[in-house]
Nanobody, 130 residues
Framework: VQLQASGGGSVQAGGSLRLSCAAS??????????MGWFRRAPGKEREFVAS????????YYANSAKGRFTISRDNAQNTVYLQMNSLKLEDTAVYYC??????????????????????WGQGTQVTVSS
């Protein structure tokens, strides 16, 4: 499984960005995956931002993202998105998408723990300035 994140950049506080994560690989096409976004700010550990189950019915957000970020997915395009609005200085970080292989009822539960994810993208930088 390969995950390619894109859409990062520099934006002023209050602005918006839309991140995309394109998944590929024969393994990805043959199995189901829950997807998540994480971020690592300078000097901090990687933290959970948002996740969406394979079914799309289960979505979780970190408290810092609630009301401002929206995660979505297009299974036909093997792509997951993170719409980020009202960006703040503290949103500056490298954003990573991740995939968690699932089966059965687990495809209806979006994971929030970093250890639950099997594959990671390379990250895309988001810089918010005043």
């Amino acid at each position: 499984v390969q995950l390619q994140a894109s859409g990062g950049g520099s934006v002023q506080a209050g602005g918006s960005l839309r991140l995309s994560c394109a998944a590929s690989g024969r393994t990805f096409s043959n199995y189901n995956y829950n997807m998540g976004w994480f971020r690592r700010a300078p000097g901090k550990e990687r933290e959970f931002v948002a996740s969406i189950s394979w079914s799309g019915r289960s979505i979780y957000y970190a408290n810092s993202a609630k009301g401002r970020f929206t995660i979505s997915r297009d299974n036909a395009q093997n792509t997951v998105y993170l719409q980020m609005n009202s960006l703040k200085l503290e949103d500056t970080a490298v954003y990573y998408c991740a995939a968690d292989g699932c089966s059965g009822y687990l495809c209806y539960v979006a994971p929030v723990n970093i250890n639950e994810y099997d594959y990671w993208g390379q990250g895309t930088q988001v810089t918010v300035s005043s």
